[in-house]
């Protein structure tokens, strides 16, 4: 018996060209990498066996774009446009998330992420040592970044919050036996000033880094960069030395034909996120050219706040669907180039292992159980992965060859006090809200009385708005 | 004791104007009707109690627009427009369907809505006698009817599918104790010849039947009804006699705001289809302006071969998202009235009870599961319900006082036993097919043995065409 071993047997696999063989997966999970695919693997040659008979044993999904401590925000304020709900909603909150309210919503995020099949993920947040620290626990693969941000700041505070991203990114790289990698993260080209942007781009590429940052998400960011640049904003990024095989942008919905051309001449990768990019009204991304163009497009469910879930199943639906609505084109990204997406190309896009099931591959599997309705009956296993199954439909979650969920039951984490821990987070948050509120308008308070209890007032934005009439 | 008495105890409700409010539900199950919603009903007092705690209570969804037995073809065929899809893939094989595989295909889609939550819904299909056994059977309620075509059929059978269209509508109104109504189902503008079409709304008329159609499903089908005769397929249709209180009609996508008026001025409701018509590329459905014009929108799935499931939470979670699109404003169909477009309006808009919890109104309830990571935390349990349920997170399912699912357990139907079968139904279904193609195509064949075993070919179009070549 091979120490160190795991075996899957009797299901089925999902191919990297999207075919489905029956086979065994046999893994060393000291390595964390799988050894071989072939049938009729002996059980008691391994220390650990799965039965996925009845199940699709698919590669991990990859969330290639999000915001993972926001899952904190989930439901807190919904269908406002993306620059009124950052700035009235998202943004006052964010100013008074402490390094707990990070970590219970990152641990959250781990768990949803888990329960519903994802592997790897990029993200761009705050507080990275936190997020460092969950992700090591959780057993899962990461490209993590300081998500800088500079307007409004004074001079010294935007160099210090460039310093950051970029010692943020050295110091985590290669973190938790290599499953953590990192990308210098400036937020976007309107919320980073151009000089701190270029500078920063010239030092992460000294040092060799990723580059991550949010490009053309809505019409409105388009005009004023060409207003003040004379740029397109993508061509404006590759003046400022953002763009090349390093850089994956976020979203890339307004992007016309040149800067497509770009992207693809300079190998950056765009991951687009169709489920934020309907629920803010940002549009539709061009991402059948962009696929036709060579671009490489990765999938993200961008931030809880504006999804309002991280299920990648979902997304790939969304993607799925939404291209053929782009494209005027029924036969745009089929069943199996949206798994792709959610897959192989998002791991290319945030350059992490993983996307494949392949011999000599690292052993990030998603298991899904076919033997249900909703599946029945098995035309196109692909198509089902496709256009109907959910995050619910995972069964058995396995990264770097470890089990992280085991029939729906978390192994690295634990699901129930993390659950309770981000809700009594939640309920802290909101009171520290209420209390900023309280002391900027304390003038116009009908009651000066703090409403602690979540009971006892309106949910989110709307008790806010009734506390300040 | 109130013998059959039904109270579901400790859980939050869902109130018609969309607030969250805690309270026990009191059911009659003799009448099927909501007697209470009240706190601190004393469970001693009734026959059965269920322990909703931790959970919300919502109307039942009503899927306004589908096509039942087709669950049958799901995966069969993707990735292709509606016309092509329907003359090359789905015809060929509807017209190997026996009463058998229709009852297989509605059975499994009857289980596939009760594990999602839905209550009620409007189908157009064949073999109506079947349909209305098994939604008996189920303890669902349905507005059902023939789905006529008259399309290249000699002129005596096409008279002979308008009165068997008319002929179901008047045998089953009012079965299964009233659960089961009925209507006129001719298929769409395009496939039923125009003096049929007439005739056939004016006797249902006099009858004071129901009418259902598609109408304005995509671009292609507009112009040649134009060009023929002169109108804009609404206005055609009310020429015809086909509009007014009691029609609903499916898709209206490619509506104009004449249209609309006419829509609004005549009373008629539209379904909206979101995923089908993302799917098939038919385009965005103006549902804001139809809204506005104080259109009834309800929504509905549209067949599980163009969806590719029957789960109404990922439908009104489409609808929310793609309205936002559509409208260019983050702010259209909110939360709250997508949630309201799959239950209120939707029974509104087929003219069925339920879509409200509310004293005196129809116990058709689906209780969901809020205790789960991803509706952590409650900031908004509208917003979830919208943004993040799927017809996994159901726990019961309750139509007219009974229970049809408890602990995510069938009552009324054996869904292992219908999974089976449907799976049997299928690969039977497959066999006629290759029988019908090999039987026109035998010259052609690289291979005349049927292969009858589904594993030694590859699945649905792609072995047939493989076959072929």
Redesign the interface.
Known sequence: MDSSSLLLSGGKILTPSMNIITADIHIDQSTGVIEAIEAGLDPSRFETSLDVSGCVCMPGLVNAHTHIAMT?????S?????NA?LREDIWPVEAQLTTEHIRAGTE?GL??MI??GTTAFADMYFEIPETVAAVDAAGMRARLGHGIVTVDKEPAAARADIEKGLTVAQEFQQAADGRIQTAFMPHSLTTVDDDLLADGAERATAENMYIHLHANETSDEVNPIVERTGERPIQHAETLGLLGPKTFLAHGVHVNMDEIATLARTDTAVIHCP?S?????S??APVSHLREAGVTVGLGTDGVAS?????MF?ELQ?A???A??G??????L??GEAIKMATADSAAAISLPGGRLIEGGVADIAVVDLD???F??????V??L???A????VRHTICDGSILMRDRTLQTLD?EA??DT??T???DL?ARIWFWFSYLCRASLKDSHLPLSRESRP??REGIRQLLN
């Open positions: 904190l925000l989930r439901g807190y919904d269908d406002k446009p993306l709900w959250l768990v949803e329960r519903s489920a990019n309907m629920k803010l009204a549009g539709i999804n309002n879930d991280l299920d979902s969304d799925a669907l939404l053929k609505l494209a005027d084109d029924a036969a745009a089929p069943a249900t309705p909703h029945t009956p098995q035309h196109d296993v198509s089902h496709a256009y109907v959910t995050g619910a439909d699901a993390i659950q981000a809700e987070a939640a309920t909101l949910s989110g």
